[in-house]
């Protein structure tokens, strides 16, 4: 633990081993592999708070390119915003857990990852939350987790969740022979995000009578 002063610039050398949370790295390749460091000042009721990404600036154009301007990443590997994952081929009695990234990290702000479920035929989607926390607004209109079934070549989208749901609430159930899942995030503020199980059923059998989003394609 370091006092600074306000007046002064300082230069920090960072020793990557000391990072409790990853392992000791010797193979080259793991080199340069990304650590991390805190900086924390003290917070109004005297309490030692990490200093925010945005309050960190150089002002010497000359050094190491600065200023520079910073983009905060919380999640070192998040879901695939470039890519759709799809899941294919499913049959009735078929289940899976898709989550929004690394467990134990915030998701990343400015996503979109798309997950696409696809069976055999007409059967019923059912979305359970294993656990989930995204970012509450009104109307789900900034973090938010999408649900689409197909309409011919189209996507018809059926509702948003967002907000917290506690463990086995029903987020979704659906008629269809596709279902899309698209988690799309703001830059404004993030949260813990999702962990979620979808389960395929006969289209009569129903497992969630109230889901928060419900619907049929025929």
Known sequence: ELELSSDQ?????????????????????????????RFLWSGPAGEMQPVPYTELYHSFDEVYGYPITLRGINDPAPCDSQNTVSITGLLEGD???????SI????????????????TGNVRFTIFANFFDVVGTTNCGGDRLE????????????????????????????????????????????????????????????????????????
């Open 95 to 101: 289940n899976g857990t898709i989550i929004d990234g």
């Open 104 to 119: 134990g990290y915030n998701y990343n702000e400015d996503l979109t990852c798309d997950w696409m479920l696809e069976a």
């Open 147 to 218: 649900f689409y079934v197909a309409a011919g070549n189209a996507l018809r989208l059926l509702g948003s969740v967002c907000g917290y749901h506690p463990e086995g609430t029903a987020l979704v159930h659906a008629v269809s022979r596709s279902l899309v899942i698209r988690f799309v995030t703001d830059s404004a503020t993030e949260a813990e995000g999702f962990n979620i199980t979808w389960k395929v059923t006969d289209q009569a059998i129903t497992l969630a009578s109230d889901p928060v989003v419900s619907g049929r394609i025929i």
């Open 9 to 37: 610039f300082y230069f920090f050398h960072l020793e990557y081993w000391a990072d409790p949370l990853l392992p000791e790295r010797t193979d080259q390749e793991m080199i340069t592999f990304p650590r991390r460091i």
